[in-house]
Each structure stands twice: as C-alpha cells, then as structure tokens.
C-alpha cells in the first residue's frame, strides 16, 4: 500500500470538504440562484466521492477482497472488511449518486439536496477519511 499516495489524497479530501464547508451559504434558496456557488460546490462534490472512491480501491487491493465491479460497490467491500460501518458505507454509496447525477446529468442536480448535504452529510467525508487513516496506521 503506498501510504503516502493515501495520505496526499487524504489530503485532497480534507480540502475539498473545507472548500464545500466555506462556500456553503446560509440557505439553499442562495445556493439555488448562485450559479458560482453552485459550481464551486458541485465541482468539489464531485471530487470528495471520487476521492474517496480512490482511496477504496487503494485499501481494498491490499486485501484479499474481491475487486468492486462499480464505483459504490467499494464502500460495500470496506464494510464488509469490518472498515466502514454499515450507516458510512451506505451514505457514501449514495454519495456516488450524487457524483453520477452530477457529472452526467448536472442539469437534474436538486441544489436543495445539495445544500442539505453540505449543511448535514459533510462529516460523513471526514469519517471516511478517519477510516482510511486508521487502516493504513494498523496496516
């Protein structure tokens, strides 16, 4: 495992979930009429998941986990390897959603949802980060 690929994105992750965190506004209906916003917001969303897809992956090939054959089967493996809890891995499977909708179809994005995300999902990106760390220290 090559930790130190890890902790640079890590490190990515931490700023991307900063970066969500101080462009939040106070309430959804700005971040509905802010285009910027929107896009800062989004843009980092997207790669917070991706991210974190990518640090799946790099835990899971140190394993003797079958390899995920989808992006939000990753967050199954690590709960299946005793890394994730149950409640994280299904928020972050339904955090791939999220970055499907977003890359592929930006113009269905509810920013509603967007902003209860920011507003409530962010430590979710945090605690997967956690994990990560702690498998790789115990590794």
Same mark, same amino acid.
């Given at each position: 495992?090559?930790?130190?690929?890890?902790?640079?994105?890590?490190?990515?992750?931490?700023?991307?979930?900063?970066?969500?965190?101080?462009?939040?506004?106070?309430?959804?209906?700005?971040?509905?009429?802010?285009?910027? /916003? !929107? =896009?800062?917001?989004? +843009?980092? *969303?997207?790669? %917070?998941?991706?991210?974190?897809?990518?640090?799946?992956?790099?835990? $899971?090939?140190?394993?003797?986990?079958?390899?995920?054959?989808?992006?939000?089967?990753?967050?199954?493996? /690590? !709960? =299946?390897?005793?890394? +994730?809890? *149950?409640?994280? %891995?299904?928020?972050?499977?339904?955090?791939?959603?999220?970055?499907? $909708?977003?890359?592929?179809?930006?113009?269905?994005?509810?920013?509603?949802?967007?902003?209860?995300?920011?507003?409530?999902?962010?430590?979710?990106?945090?605690?997967?980060?956690?994990?990560?760390?702690?498998?790789?220290?115990?590794?």
């Amino acid at each position: 495992m090559d930790r130190d690929l890890i902790e640079a994105k890590i490190e990515s992750l931490r700023r991307c979930v900063e970066r969500i965190a101080a462009k939040t506004p106070s309430s959804a209906d700005h971040l509905t009429h802010d285009p910027d /916003l !929107q =896009d800062i917001i989004a +843009l980092n *969303l997207q790669r %917070a998941v991706q991210l974190c897809v990518d640090l799946a992956a790099h835990v $899971i090939a140190d394993t003797d986990a079958r390899p995920p054959s989808t992006m939000a089967e990753n967050f199954t493996i /690590l !709960q =299946d390897l005793k890394i +994730l809890s *149950l409640p994280l %891995a299904e928020r972050m499977t339904k955090s791939v959603g999220f970055r499907n $909708i977003a890359v592929h179809s930006y113009q269905l994005i509810d920013w509603n949802i967007v902003f209860q995300i920011c507003r409530h999902h962010l430590d979710d990106f945090r605690h997967f980060a956690e994990a990560v760390s702690h498998r790789i220290q115990s590794a």
